[in-house]
């Protein structure tokens, strides 16, 4: 993982404090420094004989009135200003004094014209990942059980790790199986492509030639439904069929006019790919993925043999929840596997997943607009741009109990998953996004939330 540069480039309220003062000309010479482009350049001297503290850069910056003492925001990273502080120095006879911290673990910290601090405690800062007790103390502190987490660097296994309890007093082991949740249908949507790959399937024909949901069998826009409607989220179905009145399944829009996120399209696709080829989606993803890559671990199917590695599920409260245990695969959710074997998946997406490059790059192209900088691929979620040129592949995950998401930065060939077990789970996502990807890791945050730190 590429260390982040320590940089401040905090936005601090000066008020009345802004160089104010009869030595104006101290703060004003060729050299005066008020900020840099992250994340590389060298620092520069902020102004004659004013020190620069090691691995900080001078952001805004406050002057006290008479310009004896000058405050500045520190922070981990450029990207955040999550545990923060302000200090300040003060001209001791002829010199500047060592660093006074004068507010620390501060969330967004801003200065008023006395001098005094605005903000909120910071939450704990995360841990160095190589660090199990302290990592699994975060967790504690975060109400998570169970973490998962599994790295890439230039394309190959970098870190895989798993932290915390399977349930209260069972720690986790490496082989901990977690249900992935809607990243199940990373897999189908592979599978599917695959199969386009070799020739053997259409993806802008019609599916009505394998299935037809008796749903909506007499409705016209089932004759329409192609699987790129389906791996894009454009088919007109809502997430489930339960959420109708009724509870049967119905087209809401004209597939292929808009995004709305649907798991009943991935059934839906199973159905089509099962008549076609005769075989289970399992089989079909045991010879086309798990079985190539040695994905031995991973299931669409509950296996009582291995509820003794299974991440049981929790809610917010920490209490646990039921484990579904489903005999029928699901194309869209409820796949069980491991970080080593979805790392697997993952290198292997990051090689090319064996499709001609121009269907990768269909793949990874905006089919349709899910807000400002993310998109639809080919089952994919994309965000870009981040980490300046780069684009990003994803796919989240949630039950109940549940929170998983996997991204991959193919131009770097990085691949990061996060693997949980309990509703709290998302609330690590963004450190854990910028503590291994970096800027891209919080482009990609500051893009789902719109928040930037």
């Not at 103390?137 to 975060?142: D, E, G, R």
């Not at 949507?189 to 069998?217: C, H, K, Q, R």
């Not at 179905?237 to 006019?257: D, H, I, M, Y």
């Not at 607009?369 to 089952?379: H, I, P, T, V």
């Amino acid at each position: 993982m590429k260390k982040t540069i320590l940089l401040a480039i905090l936005s601090v309220t000066i008020g009345k404090l802004i160089a104010q003062t009869t030595n104006s000309a101290n703060w004003t010479s060729a050299n005066a420094y008020f900020g840099q482009t992250p994340p590389t350049e060298i620092p520069q001297v902020f102004a004659p004989k004013m020190p620069v503290d090691s691995g900080i850069v001078m952001g805004s910056v406050a002057f006290s009135t008479d310009g004896t003492a000058f405050y500045y925001g520190y922070a981990q990273s450029w990207t955040s200003r999550v545990n923060s502080g302000i200090t300040k120095r003060a001209v001791d006879g002829q010199r500047w004094s060592q660093p006074i911290p004068i507010a620390e673990a501060l969330n967004n910290p801003t200065l008023s014209s006395d001098a005094s601090v605005n903000a909120q405690q910071a939450a704990p800062e995360i841990p160095d990942m190589k660090d199990s007790l302290a990592v699994t103390t975060w967790l504690k502190s975060k109400g998570v059980p169970c973490l998962a987490i599994g790295y890439l660097e230039e394309g190959k296994r970098a870190e895989i790790k798993v932290f915390g309890e399977l349930k209260q007093g069972v720690p986790a082991p490496i082989n901990t199986l977690f249900n992935v949740a809607s990243v199940t249908k990373t897999i189908t949507a592979m599978v599917t492509l695959s199969l386009a790959n070799a020739g053997s399937w259409e993806i802008d024909a019609p599916i009505a030639a394998y299935f037809i949901d008796p749903d909506v069998a007499q409705d016209p826009r089932s004759k329409h439904l192609t699987t790129r409607h389906i791996l894009t989220h454009q088919t007109g179905f809502p997430n489930w069929r339960t959420e109708l009145s009724g509870g049967k399944l119905a087209f809401q829009f004209e597939p292929g006019t808009h995004y709305q996120y649907s798991g009943e399209g991935f059934e839906y696709l199973r159905h089509a790919l099962e008549s076609k080829f005769r075989r289970s989606l399992y089989q079909l993803a045991d010879s086309i993925v798990f079985k190539p890559l040695g994905m031995n671990s991973t299931s669409f199917t509950w296996n009582p043999g291995d509820e003794n590695r299974l991440a049981f599920p929790f809610d917010e409260s920490g209490m646990p929840l039921a484990v579904v245990k489903n005999t029928e695969s699901n194309a869209a959710d409820l796949l069980k596997t491991t970080a080593s074997d979805y790392c697997k998946f993952m290198a292997w997406l990051l090689s090319g997943a064996g499709l001609r490059q121009e269907l990768f790059e269909e793949m990874a192209s905006h089919q349709v607009e899910r807000k400002a900088n993310s998109y639809m691929g080919l089952g994919w979620v994309i965000y870009e741009p981040v980490g300046g040129d780069q684009y990003a592949l994803s796919h989240g995950g949630h039950d109940p109990g549940v929170h998983t998401i996997v991204l991959l930065l193919p131009k770097a060939k990085q691949a990061l998953l996060i693997f949980t077990n309990s509703d709290k789970g998302i609330q690590l996502y963004p450190e854990l996004l910028r503590y291994y990807l970096g800027v891209a890791g919080q482009d990609i945050v500051t893009i789902e939330t719109g928040r930037k730190n």
